[in-house]
Nanobody
Framework: QVQLAESGGGLVQAGGSLRLSCAAS????????MGWFRQAPGKEREFVAA????????VYADSVKGRSTISRDNAKNTLYLQMDSLKPEDTAVYYC?????????????????????WGQGTQVTVSS
């Protein structure tokens, strides 16, 4: 079965950086678009970034654009999210998810309903 396992979260001061990883198994990784989402306490889950299966298309939420970079290593079945210049409002549980849509090899989508498998999440806490 498909399994997604996030890692790399932690406590960091404002202005710092973190690199999240998502190890995938049980799927043909390169055919899936992958996304990062986050959920803060009392808030709905929100889109952060996504990347197509071939890595050629990326999309970012305005809230992280210019501060975050999504990437993938299809040889290692691993998704990454490099987050820089972190702010307290970035504090949330971060989830990776997979999208096996018809065009997911070439196109990344931002809607959470497009994603079929989800990891358990990793906590990111940014102190001020």
């Amino acid at each position: 079965q498909v399994q997604l396992a996030e890692s790399g979260g932690g406590l960091v001061q404002a202005g710092g950086s973190l690199r999240l990883s998502c190890a995938a198994s049980g799927l043909t990784f390169s055919t899936y678009a992958m996304g990062w989402f986050r959920q803060a306490p009392g808030k709905e889950r929100e889109f952060v970034a996504a990347i197509s299966g071939n890595g050629g298309h990326t999309v970012y939420a305005d809230s992280v654009k210019g501060r975050s970079t999504i990437s993938r290593d299809n040889a290692k079945n691993t998704l990454y999210l490099q987050m820089d210049s972190l702010k307290p409002e970035d504090t949330a549980v971060y989830y990776c998810a997979s999208d096996n849509g018809r065009v997911s090899i070439y196109y990344a989508r931002s809607g959470p309903n497009e994603y079929d498998y989800w990891g358990q999440g990793t906590q990111v806490t940014v102190s001020s």
